[in-house]
């Protein structure tokens, strides 16, 4: 989640609604420098946003499909509780509710983030690589356990949104031509002189110009590469396995303890009874 260089009665501005693994974390950086404000990134949140945070983002994912007026009222609703008090909004789950955000804040600009098709699959792909291999661990953290539901539940909104049939997230070749559709969807949704493309490569210049900003004198953010992406989940399944690890230590010691304390519990009795059969025949 892009953090503020200042914050003064933030107004939303800009909709940047590029897909996963296209620079939507450096464009939120950018922007949040650009438009002093903090910019609402749904991915980076769902992942390391406060409890709360999560909940919202699940809730919205568990009315996906949107198929009735009470579920696309409480998109809207989720949405704006969501994007209150920033100044835009990048990734999930904005990608896939653009109709709806521009209905929030019809004045707002629309940015989306391009990166060669092959080189995006092969970031992409391994993001949901690693979701899958992060779920098998999950039950030990409830904060990873929210992060891998609501990216799975989550997916039940794109097949009905980029228009093609509907499938399972997995394996991942079921999700191969999403960038294609999604690039229809957002033409199809954003009227043309609102829409603008960006490649993170480009830096500064073109972003600027696009918002009608002065350019800073600082380096354009570049975060979030894919191989950071590979060790933020190694580094995760380091701690989740001493986690494990720590619980069986534990069980085994208790379980241990209990057993300890049952013997010499049944021996007391033994011998207690022992004692009483003996002053019985010392009595007869």
């Not at 209150?84 to 789950?93: C, F, I, K, Q």
């Not at 509710?97 to 983030?113: G, R, S």
Request: glycine share 6%.
């Amino acid at each position: 989640m892009a953090r503020p260089s200042e914050s003064k009665n933030p107004h939303f501005q800009v909709i940047a609604c590029g897909l996963p693994r296209t620079g939507t974390t450096s464009l939120g950086e950018a922007l949040s420098v650009l438009l002093k404000g903090e910019v609402f990134d749904g991915g980076g949140e769902s992942w390391y946003g406060e409890p709360t945070r999560q909940f919202q983002l699940l809730q919205l994912a568990w009315h996906c499909p949107v198929r009735s007026l009470v579920d696309r009222t409480f998109a809207l609703h989720t949405l704006a509780r969501l994007t209150e008090n920033r100044v835009a909004s990048t990734d999930l789950p904005g990608c896939y509710f653009v109709e709806e955000l521009l209905q929030l804040y019809p004045d707002a600009k629309v940015i989306c983030t391009v990166r060669e098709k092959e080189s995006w699959w092969a970031s992409y792909s391994a993001l949901w690589e690693a979701i899958f291999e992060l779920r098998r661990w999950a039950w030990l953290s409830p904060r990873l356990n929210r992060y891998c539901e609501f990216s799975i539940s989550m997916w039940k909104r794109v097949p009905q949104v980029v228009e093609i049939s509907d499938r399972e997230p997995w394996p991942i070749t079921n999700q191969k031509e999403i960038y294609d559709a999604h690039a229809n969807y957002i033409r199809k949704i954003v009227p043309e002189k609102k829409l603008f493309y960006f490649d993170v490569k480009q830096g500064w210049p073109p972003l600027c110009e696009m918002l009608d900003v002065p350019i800073p004198n600082i380096a354009f953010p570049h975060s979030f590469p894919r191989a950071h992406l590979d060790t933020s989940k190694n580094f995760v399944l380091r701690r989740l396995k001493m986690r494990l690890a720590l619980i069986i230590g534990v069980a085994t010691l208790l379980a241990g303890g209990f057993g300890y304390w049952s013997w010499i519990r049944l021996i007391g009795l033994i011998r207690r009874s022992n004692i009483a059969t003996s002053h019985k025949m010392r009595l007869k």
